[in-house]
């Protein structure tokens, strides 16, 4: 389904730039001061007229490097956006921030918003209103240099969601891992999302309360990366293709809703917990894909914990240290690679179940 729309993209931007962007959409440049609001008209320059304006949904809204603009009780629209990154040690990342009760409305069909630097939701409107990101049509976001903070950051619990049962976000770009956008920290996603970026539920600067990501309402899709590195990734809608799953330090990624991954080996799919993050799966996960725990973390005790009939190992499962907790009495059996100091031992690993006793795992081969 989304090939098609990708396609008649790519044929779009090979138009000249002037009937994509400036014909019909103008740019305008955010120009006031650090942290003003977003709908005065003095803070924006339209660079093709020079006229001062608030960006409407024919606009792409344009927020330079050093340069921070704040919705505080107002709802904005724009076709698309730029967000300019950092070029020199002394520069600030171009930032976005909405508030709490504000809505930023995202108009272009078939768009690229330019992410490099920050789309922040943020907690200072004294409301319990969510800050709202809605996406009108299809639209793309991705990032086009090499900064650091090419990322959509939740401060606060935050919304991503669709106009409409038809919109889609797609992140980052399915054939340049360059492109890689990030959506980051307390953030409801409830539209359909291909992701060729990162979902990653962590957050620079705060843990406690733990950060948390919850896919919802809609499929998402794509072979980015899903992640909880000090936070929570809660899984409670259907998600297919060759995502790396990981589960890092005090994470944990809760899969609630099927996982299907491609059928044949060599697509990079697959599923992890390392130091003492845990991955828990309640739901079907099928197709092929690397399972891996305890591969890299020192001393700590990840844990993948299995409470699904559908489970399939259908690929290697690498164990180091941690627990492979599975509670159901429908796993499959399938080959495991043991590691001890240098040396790797290539076993068949059986799950056993009974309901009277309790859940064991058993190694056959050549084990350490």
């Not at 409301?127 to 639209?139: G, M, R, S, Y």
């Not at 990501?213 to 909880?228: E, M, N, R, Y």
Request: charged share 20%; proline share 4%; with cysteine.
């Amino acid at each position: 389904m989304m090939r098609p729309k990708r396609f008649i993209t790519a044929l779009l931007l090979l138009q000249p730039l002037a009937s994509l962007t400036y014909a019909q959409q103008g740019q305008l440049k955010y120009i006031g001061a650090n942290d003003g609001p977003w709908n005065v008209d003095d803070s924006w320059l339209d660079e093709n007229t020079l006229q001062h304006r608030t960006p409407t949904s024919n606009d792409i809204a344009r927020v330079p490097k050093n340069k921070s603009v704040k919705m505080t009780n107002e709802t904005g629209s724009a076709y698309a956006l730029i967000i300019e990154g950092p070029v020199l040690q002394t520069d600030t990342p171009g930032t976005l921030k909405i508030e709490q009760g504000c809505t930023l409305n995202l108009h272009g069909s078939g768009a690229n918003t330019t992410l490099n630097g920050e789309l922040q939701f943020v907690d200072a409107s004294g409301t319990d209103d969510a800050p709202l990101l809605v996406i009108k049509n299809d639209h793309t976001i991705l990032k086009t240099d090499n900064s650091l903070t090419a990322r959509i950051l939740g401060d606060v619990k935050s919304i991503i969601r669709g106009d409409d049962a038809n919109d889609t976000l797609t992140l980052g770009d399915e054939e340049d891992d360059t492109a890689r956008a990030a959506i980051m920290g307390d953030v409801d996603i409830e539209i359909e999302l291909v992701n060729y970026g990162d979902v990653n539920a962590t957050h620079p600067t705060r843990q406690n309360p733990k950060p948390r990501i919850t896919l919802k309402t809609h499929v998402k899709s794509g072979h980015g990366s899903w992640k909880a590195t000090k936070g929570e990734l809660i899984v409670d809608v259907d998600v297919t293709g060759a995502g790396q799953w990981t589960a890092g330090t005090d994470g944990l990624i809760q899969i609630n809703d099927n996982v299907t991954t491609p059928s044949q080996a060599g697509t990079g799919a697959y599923l992890q917990a390392d130091y003492n993050g845990k991955l828990e799966v309640n739901a079907a996960v099928s197709g092929f894909a690397d399972w891996k725990l305890g591969l890299t973390s020192a001393s700590t005790a990840p844990e993948i914990e299995i409470n699904a009939a559908c489970t399939d190992l259908n690929g290697s499962f690498t164990m180091r240290r941690g627990l492979f907790d599975v509670n159901y009495a429908s796993c499959t059996e399938g080959q495991a690679s043991l590691y001890s100091d240098s040396s790797t031992y290539d076993s068949v690993i059986e799950v056993h179940y009974d309901a009277q006793d309790p859940v064991f795992v058993t190694f056959s081969g050549s084990c350490p």
